[in-house]
């Protein structure tokens, strides 16, 4: 009897002792938390601890610069590929080339300058100066984007500073610092274009010696000048060099400053507009796992062709007639006299030829070719951006 006392007695000491040792417990294990949680407290929030977020490539750093590059380049090869024969009708048209000049003005005359091309030269010839254009374009493509990009991390610090003037600002900047870089390749390849003869096709050495050599037609001397001062301005003179490689360099950068910056300002308010809460559900696509959290959705493939489309049929227009007078330019060497025009004498040369119309001629080919390829070179490099995780 005394041990069941003892027993009996013991029970509630025992469940006492219990429910002291299960506190103890759950304060440790509560004191563990709150250090783990604390120990979190680095990370910027607790869902970045559980399941964390890709890190948001710095915009001035050199793995977003090199991938924006990358992008950007193959943006613009896979552009150019896409029209290369129709750019090369349409550099015939705007140069005035003597063969196909009858050509101009229909699109039968389109069709049939191309058959001709063709029957002539094969379908090689159609891609003619493609070559040229390749080493142009990805260059060129790649600092265009990357240039936006960086100008544009600059002029535009803010969502409340995404203004049309600064959206147009960084595209017109980003278009000229690209065209100075990589404006002797496109007089190389608009030279190759130029060319229509089969026994007189020129190699891309060829042809950087003869733009180089190119000289204008000797001056008549003035018998008022002296000799000795008529020497000293011929010497400083330019001739030939490197200069040749930059004829038509001022009607590019004026016709580039509309161009890119119409392009660029375009595509990112159409994108704006596809993105709106009403056509969001139709036009939008999830965002990827990777995708940078300031990044919008990406837009459904139709919606971004639809975009660049936009944006390069508006930038065509406000700067053909630039675009008209550079050609001739820079075919300076390769028909007439050789001198050098600047860009009011061949635009009074243009409109002494063909009148107000000469300033539009190949617009049609313009559309087709300029709409598909903005288009397919904004997709591509939104794609790849997306491919790149930037």
């Not at 219990?18 to 440790?28: N, V, Y």
């Not at 710095?58 to 129709?86: E, N």
Request: charged share 20%.
């Amino acid at each position: 009897m005394p041990s069941a006392l003892i027993n009996n007695a013991s029970r509630p000491a025992m469940l006492k002792d219990k429910s002291r040792e299960m506190d103890a417990a759950s304060a440790a294990a509560g004191g563990e938390a709150r250090a783990h949680k604390k120990d979190l407290a680095i990370c910027p929030t607790d869902d970045d601890a559980i399941a964390p977020k890709a890190k948001k490539p710095h915009k001035q750093s050199l793995d977003y610069i090199w991938r924006t590059g990358v992008a950007g380049g193959l943006a613009g090869s896979a552009a150019k590929t896409l029209v290369a024969p129709l750019d090369r009708v349409k550099i015939l048209f705007q140069a005035s080339n003597p063969q196909f000049a009858k050509y101009t003005g229909s699109w039968f005359g389109v069709v049939t300058a191309m058959k001709d091309i063709y029957k002539d030269e094969g379908a090689r010839g159609l891609f003619r100066g493609h070559s040229a254009t390749i080493l142009r374009i990805f260059p060129y493509a790649a600092i265009k984007f990357l240039a936006y990009e960086q100008i544009r991390s600059v002029v535009i610090h803010s969502p409340a500073q995404e203004t049309p003037i600064r959206r147009l600002l960084s595209g017109s900047m980003a278009g000229v610092t690209s065209v100075f870089f990589t404006y002797p390749l496109e007089v190389m390849r608009v030279r190759l274009a130029f060319e229509t003869k089969r026994d007189s096709r020129s190699s891309l050495s060829n042809i950087c010696k003869r733009i180089y050599n190119e000289a204008p037609p000797p001056t008549k001397p003035i018998t008022a000048v002296p000799a000795a001062v008529s020497d000293a301005v011929m010497a400083v003179a330019p001739r030939a060099g490197l200069a040749n490689f930059y004829r038509g360099f001022s009607a590019t950068v004026l016709g580039m400053l509309p161009y890119a910056g119409m392009s660029f300002l375009t595509h990112d308010t159409a994108g704006d507009i596809l993105r709106y809460p009403m056509f969001a559900a139709y036009t939008t696509l999830p965002k990827p796992a990777n995708s940078p959290p300031h990044k919008p959705p990406p837009l459904r493939s139709w919606a971004e062709l639809f975009a660049g489309g936009v944006a390069g049929l508006v930038s065509q227009t406000s700067a053909y007639p630039l675009e008209v007078i550079r050609r001739r330019m820079q075919v300076g060497g390769a028909v007439g006299d050789g001198h050098r025009l600047n860009i009011g004498e061949t635009a009074r040369l243009i409109f002494r030829e063909r009148g107000v119309m000469g300033f539009w001629i190949g617009l049609s080919i313009g559309y087709v070719k300029v709409v598909p390829m903005v288009a397919v070179s904004f997709y591509v490099y939104e794609r790849g951006k997306t491919w790149l995780g930037i």
